[in-house]
């Protein structure tokens, strides 16, 4: 067991963690989220022994008949202090009945709904808890006994984004950041600080209930490890700090990866070169592939590693089909030496652009791609050089040779195309994979038509007979502007 820290002790050893992590603004008012707990209640009076701006903040979730207890100790330990206190509550039984959830999936769904509004209220950026070095192995050890990375190791942050609720979104609450100042503590240094200080914590018996884990954890495993190493839960939190830096560094590898090679088609449809893939170490690859399918996906959910190493194993030995399905909703396949990601959900049943009529001249922006088609009419003679052989993003087209409207659409069903420079007509789909146009962009790729049919197949060919001959005056420009995908 660590040896006790003194109060002077405890108030240095937080003042300096909080400032080798970077955990507040000097001046920033502070939400401290206070069970009533010893944890909680040393978290309140370190803080406001180091001189910051307080408003209290204690959540009742209703399971217990006495649980009205527990915001009077925190009613006093805030009064005592002359902080602010807000107490809110919440049915967590049927928060946990209408939305599927556990009993401590619902707790914690409302609980950080609660704080992350009350700093909103109180005009607090951060939210900070009273999580302990205790908490930290506690945590390490539940994600080693389910199967973990890195990420898994690293265990709670000193400083993160509040997790997602499921509740009502607030645009405010989004900038608010959740913080834990003590874990650098361990739960005895909390408890003496208690004691020391006069104040008498609530006990919540739902901490001796073994139907939960990480009771478990606390109340079994521990102790049995403990037996062998007396400064486990000091080696378990060393751990933790030690795997987060790693995941960090392999993370900001991949990144660097990602912002070169990684291409967000459209929401939904992400392409990087399998080629870079297997360029970069396992765990880089491992991370991007797992960046890949949540940001396709635009998934909260973590990814089991089980699936992360199907997709690398998949670019390695792809199947017949060239294609996958791996989870989320998500697709990979391999196309034209590209690793695509494909979540169909987020992708439109139907494209915005389908049947918009293009004005002779003028533009139309669309997405999904994200292009701007321009038309002009020009009384000149096009140029001898043939721009659009040279550029397949835009055509000239003799006037008296185009059948008004102009619209744009995707293929259907029979589409048949009369490429410049063929013999004669053929199926668009034979075009599109001679072509190597992606199979998954195929529904979604605009197609230039008049009244007789498809007469522009942007970035590859125009139909035979519309080029207007150079010495002629007069034709009409398409010119497609492509933009990137922004949210």
């Known amino acids: 067991m660590t040896q006790k820290k003194e109060t002077s002790e405890i108030l240095e050893t937080v003042k300096r963690f909080i400032e080798r992590e970077g955990l507040f603004e000097p001046r920033g008012k502070i939400l401290a989220a206070v069970s009533g707990g010893a944890d909680s209640l040393c978290l309140l009076f370190v803080l406001h022994a180091l001189g910051y701006s307080l408003h209290a903040a204690h959540f009742d979730h209703r399971l217990r008949p006495d649980s009205g207890r527990d915001a009077e100790v925190v009613r006093s330990a805030a ?102 100042p003590l874990l650098c503590l361990t739960h005895a240094d909390t408890v003496g600080f208690c004691s020391a200080a006069s104040l008498t914590p609530s006990e919540d018996p739902a901490n001796q209930d073994p139907a939960y884990t990480r009771n478990k954890i606390r109340k079994e495993l521990l102790p049995i490890l403990e037996k062998h190493n007396p400064l486990l839960v ?61 940001e ?14 199907q997709v690398v194993e998949f670019v390695r030995r792809p199947t017949a089909s060239r294609r996958m399905d791996v989870a989320l909703g998500v697709t990979v396949s391999l196309e034209n030496d590209r690793l695509v990601f494909n979540s169909p959900k987020r992708r439109p049943a139907q ?91 195929r529904d979604y790729w605009p197609l230039v038509c008049d009244a007789d049919g498809i007469i522009w197949i942007p970035g590859y060919r125009v139909k035979e007979g519309l080029n207007a001959p150079v010495g002629v005056k007069g034709f009409i420009e398409l010119k497609i502007e492509k933009s990137k995908i922004t949210h």
């Open 79 to 180: 009064d005592r202090l002359g902080v602010p206190c807000t107490v809110g509550w919440g049915d967590v039984k049927e928060h946990a009945g209408r939305n599927r959830l556990t009993i401590e999936e619902a707790a914690r769904a409302l609980r950080y709904d609660f704080l992350v509004r009350s700093a909103n209220a109180a005009g607090a950026c951060v939210v900070a808890t009273g999580h302990t070095m205790n908490d930290q192995a506690e945590t390490v050890l539940m994600h080693l006994v389910r199967g973990t990375g890195l990420r898994g190791l690293g265990g709670m942050r000193p400083a993160a984004v509040p997790p997602v609720t499921g509740m009502d979104p607030d645009p405010v609450a989004a900038q608010i950041r959740l913080v834990r």
């Open 234 to 294: 000091e080696s378990l939190a060393r751990l933790s700090e030690i795997a987060r830096g790693q995941n960090d560094f392999v993370e900001d590898a991949a990144d660097k990866i990602w912002k070169v090679s990684a291409e967000e088609v459209e929401p939904g449809l992400i392409r990087i070169p399998s080629a870079d893939l297997q360029a970069v170490p396992p765990a880089v690859r491992q991370a991007l592939v797992r960046r890949a399918v949540l």
């Open 351 to 441: 494209p915005e652009w389908e049947g918009r009529e293009l004005s002779i001249p003028g533009e139309l922006a669309i997405r999904y791609p994200h292009w701007r088609i321009r038309a002009m009419v020009s009384s000149e003679s096009p140029a001898g050089d043939d721009t659009q052989t040279r550029d397949p993003w835009v055509v000239r087209i003799a006037p008296d040779r185009l059948h008004p409207p102009v619209v744009i659409r995707r293929r259907r069903s029979g589409d048949a195309f009369f490429p410049a420079g063929m013999p004669g007509p053929v199926k668009l789909n034979d075009f599109l994979a001679s072509h190597h146009l992606p199979f998954s962009e």
């Open 296 to 309: 396709s996906a635009r998934s909260v959910e973590d990814l089991a590693y089980r699936h992360v190493v």
